[in-house]
């Protein structure tokens, strides 16, 4: 379908109408929009976030030092933003961005905020020494891959993502732009994967947390509905090797659950404030989705 022309206008003015799917969960303003505290429980992490590839990030991050032995228990509450939950005050005070995932981290007499995924990935790493090299090179190289991934992302969720799966229509010009440059991507990640068994060498680290979510789950045909087939991500042959490895680890599979709102109703775990929640509190357990 050929693109419509638009003469764009002298001033820009926001229609919430306009945008496609999930067009409600923006706005050209920040702050809140209603005052609603946020819940807290009994451990020292409270995690305020919704499934979505950044906020998988996170709770993979937990569960993976939980498994490694670490002392890092928290409780994850579901903020949907689908409901405008990240406009609320409380949120708002841990995040001004109104972005999930936001992290309170009440471990220390004074509680202090955590967003960004990316900075919460480095603030739980450097506090357990975990899944990061304390120093080095490695380290460097590690954070490289982080940061690559925070400055790429966009480009696959918003932008390709975007107009090929939630734009009211389809647009020729910004799928091809787009496509481009997450293939782009792919082949950068796929090339790096050649030479070494994890993203930054061959330990598992918190840049293979971040980047799984978004392109591992995309190489594994899960996101964006046919993107897979459409991206030949088959091709990747090294990128696939590393997506099934990481897809495979119990704490990824954990991780991936918590703040689930899509999906089998058995993979839905709303909230998650203990261990056992996995084996109770997922939705097929407690009524349904």
């Known amino acids: 379908m050929a693109d419509t022309a638009y003469t764009p206008p002298e001033v820009w003015t926001w229609d919430a109408e306009n945008g496609g799917t999930f067009a409600s969960t923006n706005r050209p303003i920040a702050g809140a929009t209603h005052d609603k505290e946020l819940p807290v429980g009994k451990h020292p992490f409270q995690l305020y976030s919704l499934a979505t590839p950044n906020g998988v990030k996170v709770t993979v991050m937990f569960e993976e030092l939980l498994a490694a032995g670490h002392d890092a228990e928290y409780d994850a509450w579901l903020i949907d933003i689908g409901e ?53 090179p490695q380290r460097t190289e590690t954070l490289n891959w982080l940061f690559w991934q925070m400055g790429s992302a966009p480009y696959l969720g918003g932008g390709f993502g975007h107009f090929y799966a939630y734009a009211p229509e389809n647009y020729e010009y910004p799928i091809n732009r787009f496509a481009m440059e997450v293939k782009r991507q792919l082949d950068v990640l796929d090339r790096a994967l050649a030479e070494r068994t994890y993203i930054a060498g061959e330990d598992y680290s918190i840049a293979d947390m971040a980047i799984w979510p978004w392109y591992g789950q995309l190489a594994l045909g899960d996101a964006y509905g046919d993107a897979g087939t459409f991206l030949d991500v088959g091709s990747y042959k090294n990128l696939q090797r590393w997506a099934k490895a990481i897809a495979a680890r119990p704490a990824v599979q954990r991780g991936r659950m918590v703040n689930r709102k899509s999906g089998e109703p058995e993979t839905q775990l709303f909230e998650r404030h203990a261990a056992s929640d996995f084996d109770t509190r997922t939705q097929d357990k407690i009524g349904g989705a």
């Open 84 to 136: 405008g939950d990240q406009f609320g005050s409380g949120f708002v005070d841990i995040n001004p961005n109104s972005k999930i995932p936001a992290l309170l981290d009440r471990s220390r007499n004074t509680p202090v905020r955590v967003f960004e995924s990316g900075s919460i990935l480095l603030h739980l790493a450097e506090k357990y020494g975990a899944f990061l090299p304390a120093s080095g």
